[in-house]
């Protein structure tokens, strides 16, 4: 079994600043790998896949690389409806999470 | 757009089956190379994947949960189905469910969700 580790488990960012989170899998996925983006009391939200593919809708701001066992996701300048958990995904197996929250 | 919607009590009791059910709107279960998966959320903590369904009607379950978990299809009222036998207290949590879509070269991506539903194991 894929175990999927994130870090850091929290990260203090100021507005417009940027934010970058890890992701590290016990094995390789290739480019088998999702973000999401979690606010309190709603589902998640599809970020990226294929590890650096932007989902529908999603601002330029958020960026994906990695490829094997190291992911990073991105985000570029940071904005007040950004703070949220953010998890990364491989087939059936969860990160998780990174909480960012504001510094 | 497509839309999902969990339904199913909200209080199971301990020793008893946990059973939902995930509608889709907006576009029929069957079109598209989907999957249909099951994620659940306990209070203040990560995501768990439970399982997918195709259309076919093949499943994938955590291998963490499989004994213990049933996913169905009924393509003539567009919705797919959870069974979790034997709760505890531990299978508290928030029920998800979402489209599952596989791009090749780039894996499975659940790229919409249901609102989610709370179910509460309890006696």
């Known amino acids: 079994e894929i175990v999927m580790t994130q870090s850091p488990a929290t990260l203090s960012v100021s507005p417009g600043e940027r934010a970058t989170l890890s992701c590290r899998a016990s094995?390789?996925?290739?480019?088998?790998l999702a973000w999401y983006q979690q606010k309190p009391g709603q589902a998640p939200r599809l970020l990226i896949y294929?590890?650096?593919t932007r989902a529908t809708g999603i601002p330029a701001r958020f960026s994906g690389s990695g490829s094997g066992t190291e992911f990073t996701l991105t985000i570029s300048s940071l904005q007040s409806e950004d703070f949220a958990v953010y998890y990364c995904?491989?087939?059936?197996?969860f990160g998780g999470g990174t909480k960012v929250e504001i510094k | 757009q497509v839309q999902l919607q969990e339904s199913g009590p909200g209080l199971v009791k301990p020793s008893q089956t946990l059973s939902l059910t995930c509608t889709v709107s907006?576009?029929?279960?069957?079109?598209?190379?989907?999957?249909w998966s099951w994620i659940r959320q306990p209070a203040g903590k990560g995501l768990e994947w439970i399982g997918r369904?195709?259309?076919?009607?093949?499943?994938n379950y955590n291998p963490s949960l499989k004994s213990r978990v049933t996913i169905s299809v009924d393509t003539s009222k567009n919705q797919f189905s959870l069974k979790l036998s034997s709760v505890t207290a531990a299978d508290t949590a928030v029920y998800y469910c979402?489209?599952?879509?596989?791009?090749?070269?780039?894996?499975?991506?659940?790229?919409?969700w249901g609102q989610g539903t709370m179910v509460t194991v309890s006696s």
């Open positions: 369904i195709y259309t076919s009607g093949s499943t």
């Open positions: 294929g590890a650096s």
């Open positions: 979402a489209r599952d879509s596989y791009y090749y070269g780039s894996g499975h991506a659940f790229d919409i």
């Open positions: 907006g576009g029929s279960i069957s079109s598209g190379s989907y999957y």
């Open positions: 995904q491989q087939s059936g197996t």
């Open positions: 094995q390789s996925v290739s480019s088998n």
